[in-house]
């Protein structure tokens, strides 16, 4: 008795908790209104290949990517042209997997009731 939520739960407090992605996304999202930020993008550096941009052209980009853990903090958060931002976007379809998966998850449970399979 109670495994299955055991196990439930052990996966909701990983990396990938739907409710924790949102919240960092949430903080990056504030965090982009800040002097800090424009800062940062003033100073129109890639992280990554330390070529110079205009402000229009980085985009805010995440060391350690919210879905390994990582969060919205100013030490992990730097400026990334397009171009490196994409390429390691390639490496990290996780984000949109799991709220893919997730979305598929409500329609499904909605449609089926909250039975066993
Ligand atoms: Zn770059």
């Known amino acids: ?5 055991r196990k439930y739960h052990e996966l909701n407090s990983s990396h990938t908790d739907p409710a924790r992605l949102k919240r960092e996304r949430e903080k990056a999202r504030e965090l982009r209104k800040t002097r800090w930020w424009l800062d940062q993008v003033n100073r129109g ?10 402000a229009a052209q980085l985009t805010m980009d995440h060391l350690i990517p919210l879905a390994r853990g990582g969060t919205s903090a100013k030490g992990n958060i730097v400026c990334a042209c ?14 949109s997997l799991f709220e893919q998966l997730e979305r598929e998850r409500r329609k499904r449970g909605s449609s089926e009731g909250e039975g066993h399979v």
């Open 45 to 54: 550096t890639c992280h990554y290949c330390q070529k110079k941009f205009s």
């Open 1 to 5: 008795m109670g495994e299955n939520s």
């Open 82 to 95: 397009k171009d490196c931002n994409r390429d390691k976007k390639l490496d990290t379809p996780v984000d």
